[in-house]
């Protein structure tokens, strides 16, 4: 694969070392020439000291045969610029970072894939660690629903039920689904079927239509979550 990879910052230069580690071949658009030399000595790719909103400039990176190209500068007016040459120039994938929300829509608009600020991605799952423990991971799909791993505390409410019983009890909701379970003694994940038994220990990865809320962590025994989220009184 050819990509293009705009700006050496904090976000450009891990994503240059994992794609020149994948064995991706990769161009580097970087203005700052200290940081171009120091991509072109430690890394195995091609650099151009150059302004990526400069039409010229992405041609002569390779654009006509660019798989995709991925802005990373910390300007959004920059890597729009940018995202649009890239378009102009029919380059298939186009991918952006989004610092300012407000300005979400409008990367959307001209059709390129974006991501949020990585910093307040971070800080989100900071926040996340300190506000709910229980959870070991997650991801918000939409605007409401996440994917999260959790594991079974002892004599949480689900524990050693199967996915029916634990459905006659009413514990899993239609808007809550155990997608995969890791268990100590077995090697891989197990697909969870009805008749699968939930035990102590097991992590678990849910989907939740209402989020990993109080109310659906409860479930797997962790209450912790419920003080957590009514400033230390446990309902």
């Known amino acids: 694969m050819y990509v293009i990879i705009v700006g050496a910052g904090d976000i450009g230069t891990p994503l240059i070392e994992i794609a020149t580690g994948a064995g991706y071949e990769v161009v580097v658009i970087e203005t700052d020439p200290e940081k171009a030399d120091e991509v072109a000595s430690d890394y195995d790719c091609m650099v151009l000291n150059a302004d990526a909103t400069v039409?010229?400039?992405?041609?002569?990176?390779?654009?006509?045969?660019?798989?995709?190209?991925?802005?990373?500068?910390?300007?959004?007016?920059?890597?729009?610029?940018?995202?649009?040459?890239?378009?102009?120039?029919?380059?298939?994938?186009?991918?952006?970072?989004?610092?300012?929300?407000?300005?979400?829509?409008?990367?959307r608009q001209i059709g390129v894939n974006t991501m949020q600020n990585p910093q307040r991605l971070i800080a989100e799952s900071?926040?996340?660690?300190?506000?709910?423990?229980?959870?070991?991971?997650?991801?918000?799909?939409?605007?409401?629903?996440?994917?999260?791993?959790?594991?079974?505390?002892?004599?949480?409410?689900?524990?050693?039920?199967?996915?029916?019983?634990?459905?006659?009890?009413?514990?899993?909701?239609?808007?809550?689904?155990?997608?995969a379970i890791e268990r100590e003694d077995t090697d891989s994940p197990i697909t969870p079927r009805g008749q699968t038994r939930i035990e102590t220990g097991d992590l678990l990865t849910v989907y939740s239509?209402?989020?990993?809320?109080?109310?659906?962590?409860?479930?797997?025994?962790?209450?912790?979550?419920?003080?957590?989220?009514?400033?230390?009184?446990?309902?």
């Open 55 to 107: 039409k010229e400039n992405l041609v002569d990176a390779g654009s006509d045969r660019a798989d995709a190209i991925v802005t990373t500068t910390d300007q959004d007016a920059t890597n729009v610029m940018v995202s649009l040459l890239a378009k102009e120039l029919d380059v298939p994938n186009v991918v952006s970072v989004v610092h300012n929300p407000e300005h979400m829509n409008l990367f």
């Open 126 to 179: 900071l926040f996340r660690s300190v506000d709910r423990p229980s959870i070991v991971d997650y991801m918000r799909v939409g605007d409401v629903a996440e994917v999260f791993e959790i594991t079974v505390a002892e004599e949480a409410p689900i524990a050693g039920k199967t996915l029916i019983e634990a459905d006659e009890h009413g514990l899993l909701g239609d808007e809550t689904l155990i997608v």
């Open 209 to 235: 239509g209402t989020g990993a809320t109080p109310d659906v962590t409860d479930i797997f025994g962790h209450y912790e979550d419920q003080e957590n989220g009514s400033n230390g009184v446990r309902l």
